[in-house]
């Protein structure tokens, strides 16, 4: 990792605003969460919390990266396997109702619907992401480039809101950037059962998911020369910093990425350079780092066909099929809600 250099810097500098006031409002689930991640052991906080206005901005630069293969390959597949998709999830010509559950930009994506709307699709395309200001990239980009394409944007959590469906369109879910890797295998398949309990029969669901391969490849996707990924995991403590009135010196935490090929996961991790203590004005609490002690921040599964197929048959899918790019492992998935 290059430390002299902050790959942020190119990004307009980061409002930091003057500590809140202890009792002061911040998004009841972040609090919540932070104090319990950094008060148990080992300390963790959700790879959600990446996402405020700067982590997206980092996100994108981290998805143009040469060592980041997974948004180039799935992207190169979404455009490759469109139609392929399309008819294996066998909409019976129904109008679709597209929804991209953590959307982003959406750049990936507005290839599966040029395609879709050329093949003669109706289709409503409803990204829904936590981070507004990924919308609102994602909707100026698709007014620019994709004018025929009705885009209605969802500015919200996938654990707590779906979108009504309309009785006359057949929705499809799509979940990709192998973001079901960032859960464990328990909160996937509750996270599958969850999005299966909001489908209908005969609607469909589309992953995007990274498979096995060199551990050596795998590893420097998530550990840059660039340093880029390490901005972007250290942007969890500028934010609480922000959010929760707190006092990470970002110097003293540095970032630490793994691969086990074993088990197939990588991981990511800030680590306590030295012994301190951080403070929360708004949490009214303080939190005790040993030297070498690390905050878990992040997880990404790899795959194998075998495990997937066994956990979307335990979640109330049919696997109905499966692309999958062999120069570098990864695979398109489509799955039909079934009875
Ligand atoms: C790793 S990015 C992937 C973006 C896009 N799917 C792709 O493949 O390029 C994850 C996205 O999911 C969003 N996200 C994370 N947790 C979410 C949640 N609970 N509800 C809605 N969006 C979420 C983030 O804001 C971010 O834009």
Same mark, same amino acid.
């Given at each position: 990792m290059t430390r002299s250099r902050d790959p942020a810097s190119a990004l307009p500098p980061a409002r930091d605003t003057a500590p809140p006031e202890a009792g002061a409002a911040a998004p009841r689930g972040l609090a919540a969460d932070a104090l319990a991640g950094l008060s148990g052991s080992p300390k963790r906080l959700s =790879?959600? %919390? !990446? %996402?405020?206005d700067r982590g997206s901005r980092l996100f994108e630069r981290i998805m143009r @990266?040469? =060592?980041? %293969?997974p948004t180039r390959v799935e992207a190169a597949m979404l455009r490759r396997h469109a139609r392929d998709l399309l008819d294996a999830l066998d909409t019976g010509g129904s109008p679709i109702e597209m929804l991209e559950l953590? =959307?982003?930009?959406g750049r990936k994506t507005l290839a599966l619907c040029r395609a879709w709307l050329k093949a003669g699709a109706e289709l409503v395309y409803r990204p829904m992401d936590i981070s507004a200001q990924a919308l609102d990239q994602l909707s100026a980009r698709m007014a620019r480039q994709l004018p025929a394409l009705a885009v209605h944007p969802l500015c919200g959590d996938y654990f707590q809101t779906w979108p009504i469906p309309s009785a006359r369109r057949r929705q499809v879910a799509l979940f990709l $950037? =192998? /973001? @079901? $890797? /960032? !859960?464990t295998d328990e909160e996937a398949r509750r996270f599958l059962r969850r999005v299966r309990a909001h489908l209908r029969r005969g609607d469909s669901l589309l992953l995007g998911l990274d498979l096995r391969k060199d551990p050596h490849t795998v590893l420097a996707a998530y550990d840059d020369p660039e340093g880029v990924t390490a901005a972007f995991n250290l942007n969890l403590l500028r934010r609480l910093n922000r959010e929760l009135g707190m006092d990470f010196d970002l110097d003293r935490f540095r970032h630490y990425a793994s691969y086990c090929p074993l088990q197939g996961v990588a991981r990511s991790f800030l680590v306590s350079q030295a012994r301190q203590t951080v403070r929360s004005a708004l949490l009214r609490r303080e939190f005790h780092f040993g030297a070498g002690e690390f905050i878990y921040t992040e997880q990404s599964q790899k795959y194998e066909r075998a495990g997937v197929e066994a956990m979307a048959a335990d979640t109330g899918f049919e696997l109905r099929a499966w692309f999958e790019d062999p120069a570098l492992p990864y695979a398109l998935v489509a799955c039909r809600a079934t009875g």
């Open positions: =790879s959600k %919390y !990446f %996402y405020d @990266l040469p =060592s980041y %293969y953590g =959307s982003g930009d $950037g =192998s /973001n @079901l $890797g /960032n !859960f």
